[in-house]
C-alpha cells in the first residue's frame, strides 16, 4: 500500500514492473485507508513491464494486489501518477 502526502487528483497511473515477467493484478484506491475502489482489475489479462491506467477521483491511498505471476517474484520498479 502507498500513502501519498496528501489526497491527489491524479488522472493516469503507469505501473513499471522490475521483473520481464507477466502479473495479474487489481489496483485499488482509498481516501481514507479503510473503504476501497476498484479502479483496475488485470486478474484475466497477463500484463508485462509497463502499465497504464485511467484514474478517476481523489485519493490518499494506493495498493496493488498481484493474484499471479510468470515468474520470480512480485517488484514494482516505478509507480508514476499525472
Do not use: C
Amino acid at each position: 500500500m502507498l500513502e501519498l502526502p496528501k489526497a491527489t487528483d491524479a488522472k493516469k497511473l503507469t505501473i513499471h514492473w522490475q521483473n520481464n515477467t507477466w502479473f495479474k493484478y487489481v489496483v485499488e484506491t482509498s481516501k481514507d485507508g479503510k473503504e476501497w475502489r476498484k479502479i483496475a482489475d488485470e486478474k484475466n489479462e497477463e500484463k508485462k513491464r509497463v502499465k497504464k491506467h485511467s484514474l478517476d477521483g481523489t485519493f490518499k491511498f494506493l495498493r496493488i494486489n498481484v493474484t499471479a505471476l510468470g515468474a520470480g517474484w512480485v517488484s514494482v520498479r516505478e509507480i508514476e501518477l499525472k
